[in-house]
């Protein structure tokens, strides 16, 4: 739009631009002051760019300028026409949300350039808006999914209140807005209590589909009296056929029997699990059954131990260990077993409470690298 009241200056502006105007790359439309500019501005929804002169009759160029800033118009931009010279009120149309300015007699190669240089920032900034709008969509459906990932982990604790034998925490702390880690327990039958903690490869989205799949699987193949490494061996054949993108997941399942204290486990390719036993000694279940689960198709091994009274096992992921603070040093398992070796405690939350305390006071505010998700059984016996 082009506000001034020198009839001449339409006929200029036709003139000068009237390639661009052939080739529909520029269009214009008049005004000869600011009431009629704000007239034509309503009923045009087009206008991207305002070329207005200052002095002009019944409602000057700065005048107007202070009626544009109350319609807010984030992609409109004004350029102000001044004599040349006239810096007090150049300096007062700037101030008041004027984009750029040109001089008379105006010099219409600048003008040009200016009326270039001003599409080109729309542009910038109408790309800016377009790309906020999906980030504003993904971060929606990333919610979305944060909430449909963490309504399929236990969140009820204590999740056995009925049963003496035995009590279970478990937490997850992703490090983007999903995560690939998860955690998992429930009663295959009266008297076994399954518990599986898993990291995916990756992060984000994908990670938190694979992981989604894993569990799904996971409990799907768990039926009573058959043994983790079976369990592992089918999950494992599924996620290799249904696998494009070569993800795998680190695994470690266990399978009480809270009568006998009889823990069968098996590890594909996770961190190993401690024992922080009656007596206060740290045990460090250091087996490894075969490779993360997605790999290749394999068989894979278990094992068995007995838990007594008071017994506490610690499942964890490498979020844990591998938690970095700003010097860009890690927690480590060393640090882990330091902790452990201190916790006198039975009850899992407060294991857990712990831990992920000692982690954050580690950590310092150093930025998330990775999802830390924890697992603590505690075995009380009958």
Known sequence: MIVDDELDMESLILQ???????????????????????????????????????????????????????????????????????????RTAMNRGAFDFVTKPIDFNDLEITINKTIEQLNILRQYEKDHDKLVAIEFDLNIARDIQNSILPKTFPPFPELSQLDVYASMNAAKEVGGDFYDFFFIDDSHLACIIADVSGKGVPASLFMAITRTLVRAKTEPNVKPNVIFENVNRMLCKENPNSMFVTSFMGILDIHTGEFAFCNAGHNYPYIIKNNNDLVCIDKKHGLPLGLFEKDYLSDSIFLEKNDRIILYTDGVTEAMNKDFELYGEDRLCELLKSISTNNPKDINDLLIADVNKFVDGADQSDDITTLILSFYKD
């Open 16 to 90: 000068k631009f009237r390639r661009q105007i052939k080739n529909n790359d520029l269009s214009f439309v008049f005004a000869h002051n600011g009431f009629e500019a704000l007239a034509v501005l309503a009923s045009n929804n087009d206008v991207d760019i305002i070329l207005t002169d200052i002095n002009m009759p019944e409602m000057d160029g700065l005048t107007l300028l202070l009626k544009l800033q109350e319609l807010k118009l984030p992609t409109l931009r004004t350029v102000v026409v001044s004599a040349y010279g006239d810096m007090e009120n150049i």
